[in-house]
């Protein structure tokens, strides 16, 4: 749980999309810890496009807000010069004994939120930096390790916590939240129609004396429930999702440090963001155009043009999407958006 964060999900109406198709056992899906799983090595989404985006400059001060396994960070320092600076963050204790694989005098990692960039830069004596990163997503080994508990592939503690040294795990909220709440988790932040079902599920099992502690056992209490779900999609997809989102506060995350980006970013700097999800894009595109169109006064007011508004973001361009050939070689990427913009002049 994040400080000064509601922990009671927002209320949205959303509609989501139609589901047909009937549901076949889980069980193939399911692999047990026992059995060695696989890791898929981690490819980092739109890496030439993202580092491309913030226009690096030799000399600048970079963010990468969250370092992964550290395929953007390792580009941007390859554009960097002498006197160049690069700052990345992670909650992921993996993602932090990665780093240390990087020795770079240039370099600093920070194990952090990137909710908290102003207080941990202000830390290191940072108060401007010359273009921030942002990449949305969860890492394959995150998805991958079994241990983690992110995904229903594998009968493993429900845990999906991005930082394991804080915070509720999956298995904990559940044990403790109630009906209405986990329903508004899993229809707002997993846009799943039959939330409702779902949430009465899982709450009835957990009533009876079962608690639910595994990836497996709930992702078949979730099969039970959904009747119908979209072709090739596993039915608890949305339920895991919108927990892992509510787990980590990923959406209250974005709108805490947006704001800060804002304040960091010096003239001229960019502002790259990667998301996977409606929400989290539906924000960021909003961020951007409420500082990009500031002029919202009552047509004809009388007033001098110097007066104005002045925006303190310009979008550059449309939104990016993986080529063809990424999503080939890396089906993950096929729902990255990414989106840049520019801070102004104005201050």
């Known amino acids: ?62 963010i990468d807000g969250t370092f992964g396994r550290g395929g953007h960070s390792k580009k941007i320092l390859a554009q960097l010069g ?18 240390k694989t990087i020795r770079d005098a240039r370099f600093s990692m920070v194990h952090s939120h990137f909710s908290q960039i102003k207080a941990k830069l202000a830390e290191l004596n940072v108060y401007k930096v010359d273009g921030i990163l942002l990449d949305l997503g969860i890492s394959s080994p995150q998805i991958d390790e079994a241990s983690r508990g992110f995904s229903f592939r594998y009968d493993a503690p429900l845990d999906m916590r991005m930082d394991q040294s804080s915070g509720q795990t999956a298995a904990e909220y559940l044990a403790g939240t109630t009906m209405q709440h986990l329903e508004g988790v899993i229809k707002n932040y997993g846009e799943e129609r039959f939330a409702k079902q779902i949430a ?3 709450i009835k099992e957990r ?18 429930a959904v009747t119908r779900f979209e072709p090739g999609q596993n039915p608890a997809t949305r339920t895991f999702q919108a927990l892992r989102i509510y787990i980590n506060q990923e959406l209250e995350e974005l709108s805490l440090t947006m704001p800060q980006c804002l304040e960091l970013l010096s003239p001229k700097g960019r502002l790259a963001v990667i998301s996977f999800h409606s929400l989290e894009d539906r924000m960021v595109k909003q961020f951007i155009r409420q500082h990009e169109d500031v ?53």
């Open 295 to 347: 002029d919202n006064l009552p047509t004809n007011f009388p007033v001098r043009a110097a007066d104005l508004p002045q925006p303190k973001l310009v979008s550059l361009g449309r939104a990016i999407r993986p080529s063809a050939e990424e999503v080939k070689a890396n089906p993950r990427s096929r729902s990255a958006v990414l989106r840049v913009a520019e801070r102004t002049l104005v201050i």
């Open 200 to 202: 009465r599920a899982i």
């Open 82 to 99: 002498a006197n160049g600076r690069l700052i990345a963050f992670d909650r992921d204790l993996s993602a932090i004994e990665s780093s």
């Open 207 to 224: 009533d009876d004396g079962r608690a639910i502690s595994t990836t497996g056992q709930l992702a078949k209490i979730v099969a039970g």
């Open 1 to 62: 749980m994040i400080k000064g964060v509601d922990p009671t999900p927002p209320i949205v109406e959303l509609s989501p999309k139609s589901a047909t198709g009937h549901y076949a056992s889980v069980n193939s899906e399911l692999t047990s810890t026992s059995k060695s799983a696989a890791i898929m090595e981690h490819t980092t989404v739109m890496l030439s496009e993202a580092v491309q985006a913030l226009a690096v400059k030799s000399d600048g001060i970079y």
